[in-house]
DNA sequence: TCCTTACTGATAACAGGATATCATTATCGG
DNA sequence: CCGATAATGATATCCTGTTATCAGTAAGGA
């Protein structure tokens, strides 16, 4: 049987305000606001129950470890701000790139990574 | 004092040879033909120092160890076989996607991953 | 050729991210 | 409100990739 807990909750709850993908470890840090003993194997175990329902999605990126964000409909992009490392969505894509394949390799997806300053690091001397 | 040795040459062979990103393991394998007695270690040391020269480059692809290639000149993506998970160089570039970039945000560079079947993996089941 | 010392190979140690363990807590059906 | 048990928190453990250690080897200038 599967319960509701105050912990399960609070890591949805900070994943869907969020509108970046998180790590765990920021993940821990915003649940810990409702639920101050909250501890980071609960987060890993969240994380990996919301993953096999489908209601939230694994954000890889290149050299960095795994964030989390709730599952959205469609595809998208991410871009990572090089100042303060956080991540954030896009939601262009640059459209079907399967010219770029090599001749007789068969394309069925594609990832694109967008990286500079955030809104909030513009100007930061880096 | 700098040395050319056995080991570090038949790294940089295996390196130009292969016209894709290796790991290291896939390095010490290669580089054990020439040299039998090739250690992980030595590979990682070599690495080191060839990117430190700029000879070589790390490839970072999502969820995936680094990777190594001998440095081109110009900007380059690549293609990752979901079926051997070997990497393969893409030529070609989908050009300016600035213009993804969330409002404010200022971009400057991009990383572009294709994924499908290389020729060699097409048409066998998964 | 000899000698200095950079380099090597084997392996222990490390790093970090993620999972396993286990006694304790708290959810929720009855 | 109880009681069975799913879930939790602290922490040990694992895992994989990488680096440090150190005695032994070999490159290359003299």
């Known amino acids: 049987m599967q319960r509701n807990t105050r912990q399960k909750s609070a890591v949805r709850a900070v994943l869907t305000s969020s509108h970046r993908p998180l790590t765990p470890q920021e993940i821990l840090e915003g649940a810990q ?19 096999e329902e489908g209601e939230a999605s694994a954000v890889e990126l290149p050299g960095q470890a795994a964030r989390y964000e709730m599952a959205h409909l469609g595809h998208h992009h991410h871009f990572q701000c090089r100042a303060c490392d956080k991540v954030f969505e896009v939601s262009g894509c640059p459209g079907d790139l399967s010219r770029l394949a090599p001749a007789g390799f068969q394309m069925d997806g594609h990832e694109v990574v967008l990286y500079g300053r955030c809104a909030s690091c513009v100007g930061t001397p880096s």
Chains 1, 2 share one sequence.
Do not use: F, N, Q
């Open 33 to 51: 606001g409702d639920v101050p003993g909250l501890g980071i194997a609960t987060v890993y175990r969240v994380l990996k129950g919301l993953l």
